[in-house]
């Protein structure tokens, strides 16, 4: 099937898009590296009378530190995440996670904003934003609002964005101590959307783990964290009673989803197996470089 007729619009600045979306309201859309949007025209799931397209906004581009905060600019793509230096430095969370989501072809073009903005629960940067603690900087005709990924992701494909509002970047806190992460999941083959994945970080001392963040993709309904299971494993010596206790939390705290091939408890025993994999890697002495 081919998209229905659609009017579209290159603005250069962000006051040009806010303007746009403020006049064409519901009938327009943001195309961004549309990875998504273009599938979803093609299909008519989505037939907006005009697209807006983010290609040419400056102001949405860029990845550097600012302050204590890394921003990454909506419009940043996979590909660039994939290959920054800045991104490799100070959150190498990101690094692992990129490979997973789909191919280079795709990467090239789909941007960090607009996964964040989707917020499919399968998807790899919304979990990787919770896990970091990060937020949302959103733009509307109201101002900026920052928007805490905890409270940004609100159901299924369903955020905290407002119609009129665009996703302009996001922004991790630097971490203060020497912060470890992992990053695992499980997918049909490579590049498949993923069955069940963790993104997690914690600040690591010997056996015991602090500030212990573990964010799931694939698992439920939307993007989320396991509040209660990092409760359990917060300030604790990790060994195996521990362990089996963190997976049993989990299973009972995780909202698991069934999906076209896997039931959810399925999805919850991979998760534990997942949880697992997380805890060992999170524990596992620095290799010198
Ligand atoms: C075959 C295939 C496999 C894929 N596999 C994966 C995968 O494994 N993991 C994964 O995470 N993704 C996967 N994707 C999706 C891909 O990562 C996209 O990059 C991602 O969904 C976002 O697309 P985009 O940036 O091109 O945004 P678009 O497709 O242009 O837009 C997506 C939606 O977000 C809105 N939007 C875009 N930018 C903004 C913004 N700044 N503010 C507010 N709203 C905005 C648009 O209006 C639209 O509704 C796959 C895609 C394909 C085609």
Redesign the pocket.
Known sequence: MKAPAFAYARPKELTEVLALMTEHGDNA????????????LNMRL?EPSLLID?QAVSA?KGIDVQGQVLRIG??ST?TEIEDSALIAQHFPLLTAAVP????RA??N???F???I??G?P????PACLLALDGVVVARGPRGERRIAAQDFFTGLYSTD?QED????ACELPLAKGAQRFAFDEL?RRH????VVGIAATAQVQGQVLRDVRLAWLGAAAQPLRSTRTEGLLEGQTLNEALVAQAVQCLKDELPTEADLTHSAATKAHLAGVMLKRALKTLTQPATAA
Do not use: F, K, P
């Not at 859309?29 to 979803?40: E, F, I, S, V």
């Open positions: 859309r943001l195309l961004a590296g549309g990875q998504t949007l273009n599938a979803t989505s983010l949405l909506a419009m996979h997973h989501i789909a191919h795709i990467r073009l789909g941007t904003g607009g996964s903005a989707y499919d399968a998807a790899e940067w964005l509002e665009l996703v302009v997918a590049g498949d959307y993923a």
